[in-house]
């Protein structure tokens, strides 16, 4: 099927996706997809890199074992979880994707199973199958890491796109996958080291249905649409058409976004001001700092506090806040993984200043996250009406009539090639002199939009140097990916995820 032909136009979503999926062939994807799914690669090997640079690695790795192993299903399972604890994972419209989207074909590709060409085209696959369904959902009461089925459709399309599976063994798989969607507690979520193997409980299960589809067991293929069947649960305002509508004209792949640092999505940008500004407040005693943000940001911020308990605070926690993650760029000019292991955790300095920041919101800061693609504007602009009481749960009245009107304001993107994620968030630093400076910034560095799109490249390639990869490993995911064999690629990839400067 070339990528400027129709999708079937009737019959069940997951036939539909699944047979669109699997006739999918590299020549059909623009080389703009493909050129963004292969920075993601290079993106989520930096973010694994992350994960196994923490001491609780060590743990995780004890249960579940190496980064390599024979078996692809068990090598998956390692490198999702490795990749997603730290928020360094890769974020589309809509879902954080990569841990499953990438991690899974990767797995494959580390066994010596597919060569480069199928791996970028793997991920492609994955991501849009994964983007679709999650963002159908994406007015629902989960969101971001929590949604979890975000990884059933990404690790079923990751593993059946690089087997080349048939459009029934894809349909039933997903259908049985989507039987049972994990729902996380969000209590553990944060409150302990549940987060650390979140990805785990959504790509074992998935694994598990493929397993069981290749076997001959089946699923209803109306599995996501049906009255009693996933969207009906998971979803406050179901946007089914989501699901297929554009298929192979419309990609989800255009709207990544590339996480540079550790840390919740709504404090990027409030960690890129801070780092600007260490270089004018270093050294100088600060008397309190202020954070002007959206709605999200807050949100956000005001569920980590009620677990904020200083250096003890869960990892998963201090993640999704803002003071301390905002503090710690303000003194060093940087957000290291480093920065949320023990010892920089119990740096007294850092929680001093971090007693110090004030979160406020800035309706107008709203209004541009609501106008934005990612992370639910496109959805909001597709509900309309329809998202007001999903909107005032969330926000409240009259912060649902601001989104409603900046998302419908905004107009529709119906090909996402100019996909925007604006975060935005201004930092005000009082100094104790008296003075005070001040840093803005709306699109977080890294994350969809014309920066991005230009340099994409550059910007993950310097995620990958960060987390101690070198030039060399960077050098070949420059220069011909696509048509490395399968062992060329299986040695690429293991160098990739173990290699030091």
Known sequence: ???DSPAPADGPLLTRLAQWACDLRPTDVPERVRALATSQILAQIAAIRAGLRHSKSAALLQAYGPVRQRDPRRCAVVLGALGSWLNLDDTAYAGHLAPSTVAVPMAWALAGRTDGQSLVNAVVVANECAARITAAATLGPLRGQSALHTH????VAGRLASEGASARRWANAMSLAFAAPPWPAMHAFLGGDAKLVHV???VRAAMDACDAAAAGLTGPADVLEHPRGFLARFATVPLPD???????????TD???FKLRPGGPGIDAAVDCAVELHREVRGTPVAGVEIAASVYTLFAGRLAESYEAGPDTPLSALLLGTGYPVATALL???LRVEDFDSREMRDPARWALARTVRLVHDPQMSRQLFASVAPFGAALRRAGERARPWLSQFVGAELAELALVAAGEAGSDETFRDATKATPARVTVRLVDGRSVTRE?????GAAGPDTRRRHGELVRGKFLAQGGTMAVADSFGAGLTDMTAGELSALLYAALTEER
Do not use: C, I, K, N
Request: proline share 6%; hydrophobic share 40%.
């Open 255 to 257: 709207t990544l976004s």
């Open 332 to 334: 060093t000019g940087d």
């Open 441 to 445: 910034r709306s699109v977080p560095l």
């Open 1 to 3: 099927m070339r990528s």
């Open 242 to 252: 989501l699901v297929t509508e554009e298929l192979g004209r419309r990609w989800h």
């Open 152 to 155: 059933l459709a990404g690790a």
């Open 200 to 202: 785990v409980t959504p």
